[in-house]
């Protein structure tokens, strides 16, 4: 059973931070790519950050300069770190991320969600 389980969310105060881990289990090769999106309520859901599987992020613009993408292979996780949280960050966050299940076969799976509220 592969999944994506997320850890790290919470309550904040504005101005903190808090890095959000998404840890990938099952029979899997390796993660290729990931990334972060998050859901306000009466909001679509958006990107957040990603990242290929070569290593290269892109970010939304009201996130740049505050926010981080990493991934360690090691552990099969993926990391968002926040900085610098604003209570306009507010959201349910999700990962994604497509893994490699054999040479020949990748999938797409997202992560349950973690809730991240910030207060002013």
């Known amino acids: 059973q592969v999944q994506l389980v997320e850890s790290g969310g919470g309550l904040v105060h504005a101005g903190e931070s808090l890095r959000l881990s998404c840890a990938a289990s099952g029979s899997f090769l390796s993660i290729n790519a990931a990334g972060w999106y998050r859901q306000a309520p009466g909001k679509q859901r958006e990107l957040v950050a990603g990242?290929?599987?070569?290593?290269?992020?892109n970010y939304a613009d009201s996130v740049k300069g505050r926010f981080t993408i990493s991934r360690d292979n090691a552990k099969n996780t993926v990391y968002l770190q926040m900085n610098s949280l604003k209570p306009d960050h507010t959201a349910v966050y999700y990962c994604t991320a497509v893994l490699s299940l054999t040479p020949w076969t990748n999938s797409n799976y997202w992560g349950q969600g973690t809730q991240v509220t910030v207060s002013s």
């Open positions: 990242m290929t599987g070569g290593g290269s992020t």
